[in-house]
């Protein structure tokens, strides 16, 4: 493409911006944001060629438009956009909810939305800011779409070709099954990370407790230092999806506190090799390359 947007030049737009520019599928990379010291660091890295002012300067010729800013600024910036969206702009978005994204979209766009494509890279970590970008981050990922019926199919595929030239796998899902599935196996995570790391910090021992917390506090709580401004945002956007996986989870932890009161080691450990046996497979599965899409999810 000839002039590429990214709104939000941090992890995931300036890694977006650097794959492009090593693959040589982007001739121009225009930049906006809300930190000027962020915009300016994003140009001194080379992420981006050119920092705009405002929304009219950014789009003038625009090909693409990528969103990766919080889920919950979707609606004001594509509303900003509107005045100035071309015929040939096509607008998509990282955001790791959806149904919200599309509901934003059709308010901010009316009969415009059909130039807006949602999508959600399965990549990221727990740096942000656009020293955190790199341009191998997306290769070997997974990117789910979640069309609209109003999308043209050329448009659609416009978008999946941007993210295959970054290295990603494309997958398709609708909306709604696209926030069912992040919120069991990505929001929950981020949720219960940040809910122990909150509580350890709370005690009047914290000190002594981070102390001696090791790898395996680490790996479970990595996430936690993630972004609070985009999981506040992602948390609120996915509420009812999340509230089901967190009663479920909590009926899980009810019955765990149940057996341990009743040191029933037997049973302790049947949920514990259960879950050995699942978490094994799935790794193995994506050591073999990704395990196969149930029938109704197309894989491109």
């Known amino acids: 493409m000839d002039r590429l947007v990214v709104i939000g030049v941090g992890l995931i737009g300036g890694s977006f911006a650097l794959a492009l520019k090593a693959a040589g599928a ?29 929304v009219e300067e950014a789009m003038r010729g625009a090909d ?9 600024q979707t609606g004001p910036i594509l509303a900003s956009l509107l005045p100035w969206l071309e015929p040939q702009t096509i607008v998509t978005d990282a955001g790791s909810t ?16 059909n130039q807006f494509v949602p999508g959600h890279p399965i990549a990221g970590s727990e740096s942000n800011g656009p020293d955190a970008a790199m341009a191998g981050l997306y290769r070997g990922k997974k990117t789910v779409l979640t069309p609209l019926p109003e999308n043209d199919p050329a448009t659609v ?42 509580d350890i910090a709370a005690k009047p021992h914290a000190n002594l407790l981070f102390q001696y917390a090791a790898s395996g506090f680490r790996d479970f709580t990595r996430i936690a230092g ?29 019955t765990l506190r149940a057996r341990l ?29 990704s395990p196969p899409p149930p029938p109704n999810q197309e894989i491109e």
């Open 226 to 254: 993630s972004s609070p401004e985009m999981w506040r945002d992602i948390s609120l956007a996915n509420r009812t999806a999340l509230l089901t996986e967190l009663d479920a989870y909590l009926a899980q932890l009810t």
């Open 98 to 113: 959806k149904c919200d994204v599309v509901i934003a979209a059709r308010e901010a766009l009316g009969a415009r939305v």
């Open 157 to 198: 595929e416009r978008v999946a070709t941007a993210w295959r030239q970054c290295g990603s796998l494309i997958h398709t899902l609708s909306p709604e099954d696209h926030d069912r599935v992040f919120a069991a196996v990505s929001h929950l995570p981020h949720l219960l990370a940040y809910a122990l790391v909150d």
């Open 26 to 54: 982007v001739r121009h990379v225009a930049g906006l944001g809300r930190d000027p010291q962020a915009m300016a660091r994003a140009l001194e890295l080379g992420i981006v060629d050119e920092v705009c002012s405002s």
């Open 64 to 72: 693409m438009v990528l969103l990766a800013a919080p889920v919950g």
């Open 261 to 289: 009161a009743a040191a029933d080691g037997p049973a302790l450990e049947t949920v514990y090799a259960n879950a050995q046996r699942a978490r094994r497979a799935w790794q193995e599965a994506i050591e073999a390359g």
